[in-house]
């Protein structure tokens, strides 16, 4: 059975939803970052990492999430069939991974994005960030305009990885999600779902 190294809040709530969604058992295993556990399977020292029953190891939320959409065909999380279908998933893991996850780092640890250790300077790191984020949600939510979901293929891994950010964004935009009411509309569909509920209530110790 596959093992998850998750951390409270992180991005590794995308695959571990991903992981109820497939249905096979799993084991979500919670680690500190840095961590000797964790090092032990990702140098990096962060989560999302997956460990196959062999051994074998996958790092990278993007990652992890293709190979599971792609080892459980029959779950229908890859996004559509066919060349564009899986171009565009690709599109839409690296906007995430590379666009907006990367958006979110100088709010969450300003103090890598500058020397200058003053409150002023750090938190002129936090807003910059967030100005970052905001241009990533707008593309989000154009996109969504009169769409359900993010692929032409229906509900696929990309909305597990959507998920955490948009729960970051709600927490650390100045005005959370107002201007961005398609992403919001995305965010209460996946909240109610009985499965990204289980995982929630997994993570947070319930
Ligand atoms: N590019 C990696 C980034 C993973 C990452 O930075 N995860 C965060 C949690 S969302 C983490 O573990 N941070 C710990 C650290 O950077 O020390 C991925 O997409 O999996």
């Not at 196959?52 to 229908?76: M, R, V």
């Not at 359900?148 to 990885?161: K, P, Q, T």
Request: one cysteine or more; glycine letters at 8%.
């Amino acid at each position: 059975m596959p093992t998850l190294y998750y951390a409270v809040g992180a991005c590794s709530l995308a695959p571990h939803i991903a992981l109820e969604w497939i249905g096979e058992p799993y084991e979500a295993v919670r680690v500190q970052y840095g961590s000797k556990e964790l090092l032990a399977v990702n140098p990096a020292g962060a989560v999302p990492t997956l460990r196959e029953d062999d051994g074998w190891l996958l790092t990278q939320a993007g990652a992890i999430l293709d190979y599971l959409a792609f080892k459980h065909p029959e779950a229908g999380l890859a996004g559509g069939d066919g060349l564009r279908a899986r171009a565009e998933a690709h599109r839409w893991s690296a906007f995430f991974s590379s666009d907006v996850h990367a958006s979110f780092w100088p709010i969450f640890m300003p103090y890598r994005y500058t020397t200058d250790d003053s409150k002023a300077a750090r938190q002129a790191v936090v807003e910059a960030g967030q100005m970052l984020v905001a241009k990533k949600f707008d593309i989000l939510n154009h996109h969504l305009d009169g769409r359900e979901y993010i692929l032409d293929g229906g509900r696929s891994v990309i909305e597990a990885y959507a998920f955490p950010m948009i729960r970051w964004a709600i927490k650390l935009l100045p005005g959370g999600l107002t201007d961005y009411p398609n992403v919001q509309a995305l965010h209460d569909r996946f909240a109610a779902d009985p499965a990204v509920q289980h995982v929630l209530a997994q993570e947070a110790g319930k």
